[in-house]
């Protein structure tokens, strides 16, 4: 049996098609080895969102020609769709695809044996206008299983190369989402979270169906317990979204909103599409509908330009507006973006700082948030036994409003909806204890 490998470098939706590159090969009878092996295919599914992306990448692609160099080398991803050039160029890479036309990837494998001459198969991605299928009937290793819905986004937001690497904003056919949620749900998952390039965007290029269309089918799938969105921009937060999730018993405690800054002047140059005062008012309406809602956030800090005044704005509002923890990242210049160009790059040192007095507010709000939930019994799926103390009989998991919990438990309670007190809150976790079992079904692929 021929043998693949793979390494997926980057976000949530990278990993996702790697599942479904996996399912294509397996179909065509491939075993799957470990990348650290020696392997007939290498598989790199490659990110570029930064400028170290592209290096990282780079890195691994590298690593595979070296562990066999008579393998066959296939790079996908972000990077390659928007350097495929510069991967040609590393001696070693056989095939490049980039993010679309995954499912030739075999056709050129047999392509390549037989000819022995490197392929490029990466096609104009501003071109493509329907959404891609990709099957993804089960997970190797997850007890969340996640479920891509949308490709592209038509932000072009000054510090993003994405829409580059992805093109435009398309969703992906309903009656293939309510498929693969029922599948999903059939393989034993009890989460599903709901991903894409620009998630909330679902629908945008549909006739007369939306994002909150999807979210009420997706609430009538049987055996379904939690639906979760990875993100959404604030001006996707329609009231008939808000309707939805008021109204929903699925759709978790929980929305990841980014920011990226407070301060309104900065998010005119980033050319973001909203202002605080409107981010504000829907955070404000959310909370009214959902008092215990978590809201968790990206914030770039030392973007170009950024003064002390705006980044005290940025730090103001998050006080004020009391996310429940933030994802902080130093504005690092991604070539080819207009924000790379721009004057008034901010020094290290002082964006150092900035991230620090960010990161230490994001822990307080956090420990604060948690800290309303002491004594209360909260819905936890553990993922796996604790990482640190894998002999305490601990294990970890998420609350359905993202809070990290530690409890003692037994392995067979993994993948499974559980009722846990909380009886210390913290950051980063919190102390729980066991209170029972709400589902019996676990999905085959974790006791695998």
């Known amino acids: 049996m021929p043998t693949v490998a793979f390494h997926t470098l980057g976000c949530k939706v990278n990993h996702y098609e790697t599942e479904a590159i996996w399912q294509l090969f397996k179909e065509e009878g491939y075993e799957k080895a470990e990348f650290e092996k020696r392997s007939d295919v290498y598989v790199i599914n490659t990110c570029t969102v930064t400028n170290t992306g592209d290096k990282k990448s780079r890195q691994v692609i590298r690593r595979a020609i070296r562990r066999n160099p008579e393998a066959i080398i296939c790079v996908t991803g972000c990077y390659a769709q928007t350097s495929p050039a510069e991967i040609m160029d590393i001696p070693g890479v056989d095939i490049v695809v980039g993010t679309q036309d995954r499912k030739k990837m075999l056709s050129y494998i047999e392509e390549f044996k037989k000819e022995r001459e490197p392929i490029n198969g990466v096609g104009n991605i501003m071109k493509a206008r329907v959404y891609e299928e990709l099957e993804v009937p089960s997970f190797t290793d997850r ?148 008092p215990d809602l978590a809201v968790t956030s990206d914030v770039i800090v030392g973007f170009p330009g950024e003064t002390e005044e705006e980044f005290q704005e940025t730090y103001d509002f998050i006080s004020t507006h009391k996310f429940s923890e933030l994802h902080v990242f130093p504005y690092s210049k991604r070539t080819g973006t207009p924000a790379a160009r721009m004057d008034d790059q901010v020094d290290e040192e002082i964006k150092n700082t900035r991230v620090h007095r960010l990161i230490e507010l994001s822990n307080q709000l956090a420990k604060e948030y948690a800290s309303g939930f002491e004594g209360e019994v909260l819905e936890v799926i553990p993922e796996e036994r604790d990482k640190e103390h894998p002999e305490s009989g601990l294990l970890t998991g998420y609350s359905d409003n993202y809070m990290k919990v530690k409890f003692a438990g037994t392995e067979d309670m993994i993948g499974k909806l559980v009722k846990v007190k909380i009886v210390k809150a913290g950051y980063p976790y919190n102390e729980g204890e066991f209170v029972r079992v709400l589902s019996e079904v676990s999905p085959e692929t974790i006791s695998g």
């Open 143 to 290: 007890t969340r299983a996640s479920l891509k819905i949308q490709e592209g986004c038509n932000n072009f937001c000054t510090f993003c190369i994405i829409p580059w690497a992805r093109g435009l904003l398309r969703s992906r056919n309903p009656e293939d989402v309510l498929t693969q949620a029922k599948q999903l749900v059939e393989a034993g998952y009890k989460e599903i979270v709901l991903t894409g390039i620009h998630t909330g965007g679902y629908g945008e290029d549909l006739k007369e169906y939306n994002f909150a269309d999807l979210l009420r089918e997706l609430e009538k799938v049987e055996g379904l317990k939690r639906i979760r969105i990875s993100s959404i921009e604030a001006s996707q937060i329609t009231d008939e979204v808000i309707e939805v999730i008021d109204q929903s018993n699925k759709i978790v405690n929980h929305l990841h909103i980014p920011l990226q800054s407070g301060s309104n002047t900065v998010l005119k140059r980033m050319r973001r599409k909203y202002t605080m005062e409107f981010f504000g008012e829907r955070l404000n309406r959310l909370k009214e509908v959902l």
